[in-house]
């Protein structure tokens, strides 16, 4: 099952998909529970702070951590608990298992501001479509940054834009709900549209 979860800035999104993420491993008989980080722990500002607040949040949750990588125009994955094993998703995925992606937004800008000339929309859909036919519930987390309109004129914040946008409407489409959190109130979209 596919969820999408969108929200701005700390309003309790990240909390929010944790909690059904929680929910639909235990209803998956022996599934495994993944966080996807997809922050880079090195792009400065309030990184460190913001990485420290989302495993205060998952502590105790049974989630395995994992973390993104970019290598050669692929996304590749490494478990961050362990000897920093490297891998990309068909290796990682388990029919019964649920993983939490938090969250989109970074990992839009993690692959547009690292691969020059690719097809962004296709690296990330791919990705994407791996993780959703190996595992048993994909909750994903998302942006909201439509709200407002957007004057936009740096090339890179447009190709950005323009990625996010086109991701978070694939993965809706295949989502059996749309969630949106403000302040901390989760309220249904859409439900199941095929």
Do not use: W
Not at 32 to 50: C, I, P, Q, V
Not at 144 to 167: C, G, P, Q, T, W
Request: charged share 30%; glycine share 6%.
């Amino acid at each position: 099952m596919n969820i999408l979860v969108c929200g701005g800035a700390a309003s309790g999104k990240s909390e929010f998909a944790e909690k059904i993420a929680v929910d639909l491993k235990k209803e998956s008989e022996g599934g495994r529970l993944f966080y996807l980080a997809t922050m880079d722990k090195n792009s400065g500002g309030d990184t460190k702070e913001r990485i420290a607040k989302h495993k205060n949040l998952r502590a105790g949750k049974e989630f395995r951590t994992i973390e993104l990588c970019l290598s050669d125009s692929k996304i590749g994955l490494v478990f961050s608990d362990d000897d920093g094993k490297f891998f990309f998703p068909e290796d990682f995925c388990q029919k019964n298992a649920t993983i939490l992606l938090e969250d989109m937004g970074n990992l839009v800008a993690r692959v547009v501001f690292s691969f020059s000339q690719a097809d962004y929309f296709k690296i990330i859909s791919d990705f994407i479509s791996v993780l959703e036919r190996k595992s048993e519930n994909l909750v994903v987390v998302t942006n909201e940054i439509f709200l407002e309109e957007l004057r936009l004129e740096d090339e890179f914040m447009r190709s950005y834009f323009d990625v996010l946008a086109k991701v978070n409407a694939f993965f809706a489409r295949t989502s059996k709900k749309v969630v949106q959190v403000v302040a901390g109130i989760p309220l249904e979209l859409s439900c199941e549209s095929s």
